[in-house]
C-alpha cells in the first residue's frame, strides 16, 4: 500500500494528526517510523490544530495570528501540517523540492500560502517576529505572534538581541516555542528557559511530544511580558 | 531652512510619521536625540533598539511584514555592512518593503578611523536585486527624495553625507539632471561631489549631468545627451560603483569609461573629509587632472 492510499484528495478537506505521517511520506518516500521523529511535528500540529487564529480563508486577514517558522530546515512536517489544515493541495506534496515545486527544502513566503516568513539561515525568524509584533501593536491589532525556533539555532547572536528587546519592550503579543532537542554544540548551561527568564520573559519547559501540555503552555499569556515555551523532545541519534 | 542632511531627515521622517501612521522609523541608538520629540508623540512608531543592528534591520523587516513602511537609520557601516544578510533576507527575499537611511558618508568623520569610513555600501547594495538607492548633495534634496523613497512601497536606500553641495538642484527620483552640455567628455557627478566636479571642469566643454539617484541608472538621460562616448564617472563612495550601469547603458556603441571615486585602500590617516578627499582626488584639483589626461588620452586608433 502507498502512503497515500485512501487520503483525500482535494484541498478543502481537512486531515488530522494521524494522517501527518502518510502526508510526510509523500515527501520522503521514507517509512513511518523516521518521518514521525521529526522533532517540530507535534509542537506545529498543536499550534495548528488548538492555538492559532488562522486559515486558509483568512491567511490575508491583518487580525490573523502570525506563525514564523525561523528553523526552516527540515520543513516536511510543517508542509504536512499545512496541507492537513488546507493551506496547500496534499498532492503538490510529491514535488518536495523540484524544480517546479513550490515547497522548497527551506520555505519560500512568497510561493506557498500560509508560510508567513521565508526561512533557512538560521537567526531570522525571532528578530523579525519581534518587528512583527512591535507593528502589531502599533496599529492596534491583538493578533499573537509564535515563533519556533530551534535550540541549535539559538546559537545565533542575533536571538540575543532579540531576546532581550522583546523583554524589555514587554511584547506580551510574542510567544517564541523552542523545540529543545539538545542540538547545540555547546549546549544551555542553566536551561534555556532561563536565558528568557532574566530579560523579564515568562518561560515554561513541556514535553514537546505531549499535547495537553503543549496546549495549555502555548495558550498562556502573561500580561506585559513575552513568553517563551521549551518543547522538549528526544535527542536525534 | 538651512541645515545638514542628517538633521532635515529628522526633522522629515518626524513630519511623516505625523502624517503617516503606517510609517515607524527604527534607530539603534544613532540620532535618537534628533527623535525625542516625535518619540514622545508617536511612542510605538519609533522604536530604538539599542545598539543591536542585527535586530534593528530585522524589526524593520518584521514591521513591514505587519503592513507598516519602516524607516531604518544608523550608520552606513553599521546598517549595510554589519547587518548585511539582514537587509538582503529580511528585506529582500521576504519581499517586503522598507527605506534604509544611512549616514557617516564615506569619510564623513575621519578622525574616527576605518571602522566609522563607509566607502563599501553603495556597491554592496547594487549586489542585491530591485533596490533603489539615493544619494543627494543637499538636505533640500535629501528630504525630496526621502518623501519620494516613503511614499512608495518598494526598498530604498537613502545615502547621507555631511559633505553637500552650496545649493540644491530640484531633483527628481530616478532621472539625472543635465547642469550644462557641451561638445566633449560627459561627467556624471553623483551627490555631493557636484561642486567639485563643477569647479575643476570649469572652461571645459563638457557635458555635465547630476546624478541623484544612481539605481535605477538614468541610461535614456545618459544617451540622449551624450555629444561623445567619453565617459566621467565621479562618485562619492568606492571608485567604479556604477560603472558597470554605465557601461550597460551604453552597451549598444563602443565608449571609454573613466571612474573616479574613492579608492579601495586602508588609509589609516585621519583628520578632516577635506584631506581625504584630496588623498582620494576627489578635490577640485585631483579630479581637474584625471579629467585632463582622459580627455587629453582620446581613444587608441589602430
Known amino acids: 500500500?502507498?502512503?497515500?492510499?485512501?487520503?483525500?484528495?482535494?484541498?478543502?478537506?481537512?486531515?488530522?494528526?494521524?494522517?501527518?505521517?502518510?502526508?510526510?511520506?509523500?515527501?520522503?518516500?521514507?517509512?513511518?517510523?523516521?518521518?514521525?521523529?521529526?522533532?517540530?511535528?507535534?509542537?506545529?500540529?498543536?499550534?495548528?490544530?488548538?492555538?492559532?487564529?488562522?486559515?486558509?480563508?483568512?491567511?490575508?486577514?491583518?487580525?490573523?495570528?502570525?506563525?514564523?517558522?525561523?528553523?526552516?530546515?527540515?520543513?516536511?512536517?510543517?508542509?504536512?501540517?499545512?496541507?492537513?489544515?488546507?493551506?496547500?493541495?496534499?498532492?503538490?506534496?510529491?514535488?518536495?523540492?523540484?524544480?517546479?515545486?513550490?515547497?522548497?527544502?527551506?520555505?519560500?513566503?512568497?510561493?506557498?500560502?500560509?508560510?508567513?516568513?521565508?526561512?533557512?539561515?538560521?537567526?531570522?525568524?525571532?528578530?523579525?517576529?519581534?518587528?512583527?509584533?512591535?507593528?502589531?501593536?502599533?496599529?492596534?491589532?491583538?493578533?499573537?505572534?509564535?515563533?519556533?525556533?530551534?535550540?541549535?539555532?539559538?546559537?545565533?547572536?542575533?536571538?540575543?538581541?532579540?531576546?532581550?528587546?522583546?523583554?524589555?519592550?514587554?511584547l506580551d503579543a510574542l510567544t517564541v516555542v523552542i523545540v529543545d532537542n539538545d542540538s547545540a554544540t555547546l549546549g544551555w548551561p542553566g536551561g534555556i528557559e532561563q536565558r528568557f527568564a532574566v530579560e523579564g520573559w515568562h518561560g515554561v519547559r513541556v514535553d514537546g511530544r505531549n499535547h495537553a501540555e503543549l496546549e495549555l503552555a502555548l495558550k498562556q499569556r502573561t500580561s506585559g511580558r513575552p513568553s517563551v515555551v521549551v518543547a522538549e523532545v528526544e535527542k536525534e541519534s | 531652512m538651512t541645515t545638514d542632511m542628517r538633521t532635515r531627515f529628522a526633522a522629515t521622517a518626524s513630519q511623516l510619521l505625523d502624517e503617516d501612521l503606517s510609517t515607524a522609523v527604527v534607530l539603534a541608538d544613532i540620532s535618537a536625540q534628533l527623535f525625542t520629540e516625535a518619540a514622545e508623540r508617536h511612542p510605538e512608531r519609533v522604536v530604538n533598539v539599542g545598539i543591536r543592528e542585527q535586530l534593528l534591520v530585522?524589526?524593520?523587516?518584521?514591521?513591514?511584514?505587519?503592513?507598516?513602511?519602516?524607516?531604518?537609520?544608523?550608520?552606513?557601516?553599521?546598517?549595510?555592512?554589519?547587518?548585511?544578510?539582514?537587509?538582503?533576507?529580511?528585506?529582500?527575499?521576504?519581499?517586503?518593503?522598507?527605506?534604509?537611511?544611512?549616514?557617516?558618508?564615506?569619510?564623513?568623520?575621519?578622525?574616527?578611523?576605518?571602522?566609522?569610513?563607509?566607502?563599501?555600501?553603495?556597491?554592496?547594495?547594487?549586489?542585491?536585486?530591485?533596490?533603489?538607492?539615493?544619494?543627494?548633495?543637499?538636505?533640500?534634496?535629501?528630504?525630496?527624495?526621502?518623501?519620494?523613497?516613503?511614499?512608495?512601497?518598494?526598498?530604498?536606500?537613502?545615502?547621507?553625507?555631511?559633505?553637500?553641495n552650496a545649493?540644491?538642484?530640484?531633483?527628481?527620483?530616478?532621472?539625472?539632471?543635465?547642469?550644462?552640455?557641451?561638445?566633449?567628455?560627459?561627467?556624471?557627478?553623483?551627490?555631493?561631489?557636484?561642486?567639485?566636479v563643477l569647479e575643476a571642469t570649469r572652461g571645459l566643454e563638457l557635458t555635465v549631468l547630476y546624478a541623484t539617484t544612481v539605481t535605477p541608472f538614468d541610461g535614456p538621460t545618459l544617451r540622449a545627451t551624450l555629444a561623445k562616448p567619453d565617459v566621467v564617472l565621479v562618485e562619492p563612495y568606492l571608485a567604479g560603483t556604477s560603472s558597470r550601469s554605465v557601461s550597460t547603458a551604453l552597451e549598444a556603441i563602443p565608449h571609454r569609461v573613466l571612474s573616479l571615486g574613492v579608492r579601495s585602500v586602508e588609509a589609516r590617516r585621519y583628520g578632516e573629509p577635506d584631506d581625504h578627499a584630496q588623498l582620494h582626488g576627489l578635490d577640485a584639483r585631483g579630479l581637474r587632472a584625471r579629467i585632463g589626461d582622459f580627455l587629453a588620452e582620446g581613444p587608441l586608433t589602430s
Open chain 2, 167 to 196: 545649493s540644491p538642484l530640484p531633483v527628481r527620483a530616478g532621472r539625472f539632471s543635465v547642469v550644462r552640455r557641451g561638445s566633449a567628455a560627459t561627467v556624471i557627478a553623483v551627490g555631493p561631489l557636484l561642486d567639485p
Open chain 1, 1 to 170: 500500500m502507498t502512503p497515500s492510499q485512501g487520503l483525500p484528495r482535494s484541498t478543502g478537506d481537512t486531515l488530522g494528526y494521524h494522517d501527518l505521517n502518510d502526508l510526510m511520506s509523500l515527501m520522503t518516500g521514507d517509512e513511518k517510523h523516521t518521518v514521525s521523529a521529526t522533532s517540530t511535528l507535534d509542537v506545529l500540529w498543536v499550534l495548528y490544530d488548538r492555538i492559532l487564529d488562522v486559515t486558509p480563508v483568512s491567511a490575508d486577514d491583518p487580525w490573523r495570528d502570525r506563525f514564523y517558522l525561523s528553523k526552516g530546515h527540515g520543513p516536511m512536517a510543517y508542509y504536512a501540517v499545512l496541507a492537513a489544515r488546507g493551506f496547500i493541495p496534499v498532492e503538490e506534496l510529491r514535488g518536495f523540492g523540484s524544480f517546479d515545486s513550490r515547497l522548497g527544502h527551506h520555505p519560500d513566503r512568497v510561493l506557498v500560502p500560509g508560510v508567513e516568513i521565508s526561512s533557512g539561515s538560521l537567526g531570522h525568524g525571532l528578530p523579525l517576529a519581534v518587528g512583527t509584533a512591535l507593528g502589531l501593536r502599533a496599529q492596534g491589532i491583538g493578533s499573537r505572534v509564535v515563533c519556533l525556533v530551534g535550540d541549535g539555532e539559538l546559537d545565533e547572536g542575533s536571538n540575543a538581541e532579540a531576546i532581550a528587546y522583546a523583554g524589555a519592550a514587554a
Open chain 2, 58 to 164: 530585522s524589526v524593520g523587516a518584521g514591521l513591514a511584514l505587519s503592513g507598516m513602511r519602516p524607516i531604518v537609520h544608523t550608520f552606513n557601516a553599521f546598517l549595510v555592512e554589519r547587518a548585511f544578510e539582514q537587509v538582503k533576507l529580511d528585506f529582500g527575499h521576504q519581499d517586503v518593503g522598507g527605506v534604509l537611511v544611512s549616514v557617516g558618508g564615506s569619510y564623513d568623520w575621519p578622525a574616527g578611523g576605518r571602522t566609522h569610513m563607509g566607502p563599501e555600501d553603495v556597491a554592496l547594495i547594487d549586489t542585491l536585486p530591485d533596490w533603489s538607492v539615493h544619494v543627494p548633495g543637499h538636505p533640500d534634496e535629501a528630504e525630496t527624495l526621502l518623501r519620494h523613497a516613503v511614499a512608495g512601497s518598494g526598498r530604498a536606500y537613502l545615502r547621507l553625507s555631511s559633505q553637500q
